[in-house]
């Protein structure tokens, strides 16, 4: 059966019936309340992300554009008869970020109950960082050390990593936790410089994770004392690699193996699946931390709504989801 509207607009209105996450109590700032819902943005955004638009003109431009299409999505992002101001997009938009990893680690629960990814198995997720190229140059360590850009091209908000398998990368880290079994659910994620440690950011995503009795799985580097009692402390166990030359002959080393196993095929097939699907393994498409978050955590977003109405259309989980995004 054809659908009577767009995909992409199908995919905007998914954004009303999102679960919220539980909102901190704040007293109120100085200054005007906020007139437009936040949602609002967050349609936006799921809008830039699927047609490749990063900057808020591009954004207003292809929304302006005469055709079916653009005007019911302009409506969408109308409220009260009213449409943002350019000014009110920018600001808007370059607070987004400070609210994704919550509405991801949201979403992600509500994908775990709804999907069932651990109906037939056991109860585990992985936990990893895949490196993201900065958008431009990249800023050498002499260079910084005094402080000279040599051209403004070079992103320097971004940071240096060495990774086992593309080796120096000037850029940054996107922290990913995935469910393990036959379906790949992001559940939560964050963005952050490339120097960031993993195991100084898991405890962020982890406090995201379903509040299920958990296996978490990860490799060498979130092999710390302090990580383990913090999964200890919520009903967690961490399982990771060890330290040391291989091949390891201590006790458990058999299951340890099984869980890396099951680890390295559900954190890097994801990652080469996300990658692939938003033109991740190039330089990222924006220049500086808040637009960069905005386009990977977007991203993250998206691909938890595909998975949604994928599930609510019982179409394939895991094959296709490059082509039907694209098709939006």
Same mark, same amino acid.
């Given at each position: 059966?054809?659908?009577?509207? &767009?995909?992409?607009?199908?995919?905007?209105? !998914?954004?009303?019936?999102?679960?919220? &996450? &539980? *909102?901190?109590? *704040?007293? $109120?700032?100085?200054? !005007?309340?906020?007139?437009?819902?936040?949602?609002?943005?967050?349609?936006?955004?799921?809008?830039?992300?699927?047609?490749?638009?990063? +900057?808020?003109? %591009?954004?207003?431009?292809?929304? /302006?554009?005469?055709?079916?299409?653009?005007?019911?999505?302009?409506?969408?992002?109308?409220?009260?008869? @009213?449409?943002?101001?350019?000014?009110?997009?920018?600001?808007?938009?370059?607070?987004?970020?400070?609210?994704?990893?919550? !509405?991801?680690?949201?979403?992600? $629960?509500?994908?775990?109950?709804?999907?069932?990814?651990?109906?037939?198995?056991?109860?585990?997720?992985?936990?990893?960082?895949?490196?993201? +190229?900065?958008?431009?140059?990249?800023?050498?360590?002499?260079?910084?050390?005094?402080?000279?850009?040599?051209?403004? !091209?070079?992103?320097?908000?971004?940071?240096?990593?060495?990774?086992?398998?593309?080796?120096?990368?000037?850029?940054?880290?996107? #922290?990913?936790?995935?469910?393990?079994?036959?379906?790949?659910?992001?559940?939560?994620? %964050?963005?952050?410089?490339?120097?960031?440690?993993?195991? /100084?950011?898991?405890?962020?995503?982890?406090?995201?994770?379903?509040?299920?009795?958990?296996?978490?799985?990860?490799?060498?580097?979130?092999?710390?004392?302090?990580?383990?009692? @913090?999964?200890? /402390?919520?009903?967690?166990?961490?399982?990771?690699?060890?330290?040391?030359?291989?091949?390891? =002959?201590?006790?458990?080393?058999?299951? $340890?193996?099984?869980? #890396? +196993?099951?680890?390295? =095929?559900?954190? %890097?097939?994801?990652?080469? *699946?996300?990658?692939?699907?938003?033109?991740?393994?190039? *330089?990222?498409?924006?220049?500086? /931390?808040?637009?960069? +978050?905005?386009?990977?955590?977007?991203?993250?977003?998206?691909?938890?709504?595909?998975?949604?109405?994928? @599930? %609510?259309?019982?179409?394939?989980? $895991?094959?296709?989801?490059?082509?039907?995004?694209?098709?939006?």
């Amino acid at each position: 059966m054809i659908p009577s509207e &767009p995909l992409l607009v199908t995919l905007v209105k !998914r954004v009303d019936r999102l679960p919220e &996450p &539980p *909102q901190p109590c *704040q007293k $109120r700032g100085r200054g !005007r309340p906020s007139v437009y819902a936040d949602n609002l943005f967050l349609k936006a955004l799921i809008i830039m992300i699927v047609r490749r638009l990063h +900057k808020v003109g %591009e954004l207003l431009s292809v929304l /302006e554009q005469p055709t079916s299409e653009m005007q019911t999505l302009r409506q969408l992002l109308t409220q009260e008869g @009213h449409f943002p101001s350019r000014r009110t997009w920018e600001r808007r938009l370059a607070k987004i970020p400070d609210t994704l990893p919550a !509405r991801i680690g949201c979403l992600g $629960r509500h994908l775990v109950e709804r999907l069932q990814p651990w109906a037939q198995s056991g109860r585990a997720v992985a936990i990893d960082s895949t490196v993201l +190229k900065a958008n431009g140059g990249v800023w050498h360590k002499k260079d910084r050390l005094v402080g000279k850009v040599p051209h403004t !091209r070079i992103d320097t908000q971004a940071h240096w990593t060495k990774s086992g398998w593309h080796g120096w990368v000037y850029g940054w880290k996107l #922290h990913l936790c995935c469910t393990v079994g036959p379906i790949w659910i992001p559940v939560a994620a %964050e963005l952050t410089a490339a120097n960031v440690a993993d195991n /100084e950011q898991a405890p962020t995503l982890l406090r995201q994770l379903p509040l299920h009795p958990l296996f978490v799985l990860g490799d060498v580097h979130y092999n710390t004392p302090d990580l383990k009692v @913090h999964c200890q /402390e919520r009903g967690r166990t961490l399982v990771t690699t060890q330290y040391g030359p291989y091949p390891h =002959t201590g006790p458990g080393v058999e299951v $340890r193996r099984l869980f #890396h +196993k099951l680890r390295s =095929t559900a954190i %890097e097939n994801f990652n080469e *699946q996300f990658k692939g699907i938003f033109c991740a393994h190039e *330089q990222v498409p924006t220049k500086g /931390e808040r637009a960069t +978050k905005r386009f990977a955590l977007g991203a993250v977003l998206l691909y938890q709504i595909a998975l949604l109405y994928r @599930h %609510e259309q019982q179409m394939d989980l $895991r094959v296709g989801l490059k082509p039907f995004l694209r098709a939006a």
